[in-house]
T-cell receptor, first 114, second 111 residues
Framework: GENVEQHPSTLSVQEGDSAVIKCTYSDSASNYFPWYKQELGKRPQLIIDIRSNVGEKKDQRIAVTLNKTAKHFSLHITETQPEDSAVYFCAAGGSNGAGNKLTFGGGTRVLVKP | NAGVTQTPKFQVLKTGQSMTLQCAQDMNHNSMYWYRQDPGMGLRLIYYSASEGTTDKGEVPNGYNVSRLNKREFSLRLESAAPSQTSVYFC??????????FGPGTRLLVL
């Protein structure tokens, strides 16, 4: 089955700096890569996703890049703000088919210091 | 729309007790999922239902059973709770896009 590794497990940045989280996956058949943000005590919320036919996607201060050959993808947050403090999860899986199971990484706890 | 709802929000069980976690969605989604979240381990899939009338095992199904009662509802049952099942349980659903909509979670403590 799919295996997703996420690094780092914790990340501390100064407000205004950039944050980068990296994930690797094992199954070359995976073609869908979402990122979720989870605030303390809350549910995971989708913040951005990318499919394997796209190399990069941006949405305001967040962007995701995908390298299919190397089987890794990254989340970039620019101009970080205190409200970006949360746990971020990457995931990999199929975008079609019954169930389309996703495998999640272990999470990165991001702390933005004012 | 309420989205995905879960009950209860919090539960304490003694080892060996049973309970059912309830999940419902009002988005007319076909697929529904149950995950558990443990510190440092992300979200792990317990069971899923690709459509009404079908259920399949995920990564960590042992000790759990599920029922897809209808298109809206997907329940998770612990027949004989163990301390290793202490976790936060999230239900999720999926419609026409591959992304998941998660419920608010159920915190379960097994003593």
């Amino acid at each position: 089955g799919e295996n997703v590794e996420q690094h780092p497990s914790t990340l501390s940045v100064q407000e205004g700096d950039s944050a980068v989280i990296k994930c690797t996956y094992s199954d070359s058949a995976s073609n869908y890569f979402p990122w979720y943000k989870q605030e303390l005590g809350k549910r995971p919320q989708l913040i951005i996703d990318i499919r394997s036919n796209v190399g990069e996607k941006k949405d305001q201060r967040i962007a995701v890049t995908l390298n299919k050959t190397a089987k890794h993808f990254s989340l970039h947050i620019t101009e970080t703000q205190p409200e970006d403090s949360a746990v971020y999860f990457c995931a990999a899986g199929g975008s079609n088919g019954a169930g389309n199971k996703l495998t999640f990484g272990g999470g990165t706890r991001v702390l933005v210091k004012p | 729309n309420a989205g995905v709802t879960q009950t209860p929000k919090f539960q304490v069980l003694k080892t060996g007790q049973s309970m059912t976690l309830q999940c419902a969605q009002d988005m007319n989604h076909n697929s529904m999922y149950w995950y558990r979240q443990d510190p440092g381990m992300g979200l792990r899939l317990i069971y899923y239902s690709a459509s009404e009338g079908t259920t399949d095992k995920g990564e960590v199904p042992n000790g759990y059973n599920v029922s897809r009662l209808n298109k809206r509802e997907f329940s998770l049952r612990l027949e004989s709770a163990a301390p290793s099942q202490t976790s936060v349980y999230f239900c999720a659903s999926r419609g026409g896009t591959p992304s998941r909509a998660f419920g608010p979670g159920t915190r379960l403590l097994v003593l």
